[in-house]
């Protein structure tokens, strides 16, 4: 009689399930990053924005399209990671 078959079944969804705490805590953390990222840089946007002048000419709608991409790609992964990690589990 071999040891997974030994085992009561609750303690197999167990060590699965723990076996995929860590890649779906890290693509939760990512979109958690990349929401706060984004709020930070639309943020940081309207503020600037009231000093139109010097916002326009600091290349700052540049740095808010950086910013706001940045943030979007760091969501779509963390995203990516979250839908592959419940797809493929087993």
Do not use: D, E
């Given at each position: 009689?071999?040891?997974?078959?030994?085992r009561?079944?609750?303690?197999?969804?167990?060590?699965?399930?723990?076996?995929?705490?860590?890649?779906?805590?890290?693509?939760?953390?990512?979109?958690?990053?990349?929401?706060?990222?984004l709020?930070?840089?639309?943020?940081?946007?309207?503020?600037?924005?009231?000093?139109?002048?010097?916002?326009?000419?600091?290349?700052?709608?540049?740095?808010?399209?950086?910013?706001?991409?940045?943030?979007t790609?760091?969501?779509?992964?963390?995203?990516?990671?979250?839908?592959?990690?419940?797809?493929?589990?087993?």
């Open positions: 009689m071999n040891a997974a078959a030994a009561p079944p609750l303690a197999n969804v167990a060590r699965v399930n723990l076996r995929l705490i860590g890649p779906l805590a890290v693509g939760g953390l990512a979109v958690v990053l990349g929401g706060l990222w709020g930070g840089a639309l943020l940081t946007r309207r503020r600037r924005a009231a000093f139109a002048s010097t916002y326009a000419s600091s290349g700052g709608i540049l740095y808010t399209a950086f910013q706001v991409g940045c943030a790609a760091l969501i779509l992964i963390g995203l990516g990671i979250v839908l592959i990690i419940l797809l493929t589990r087993p």
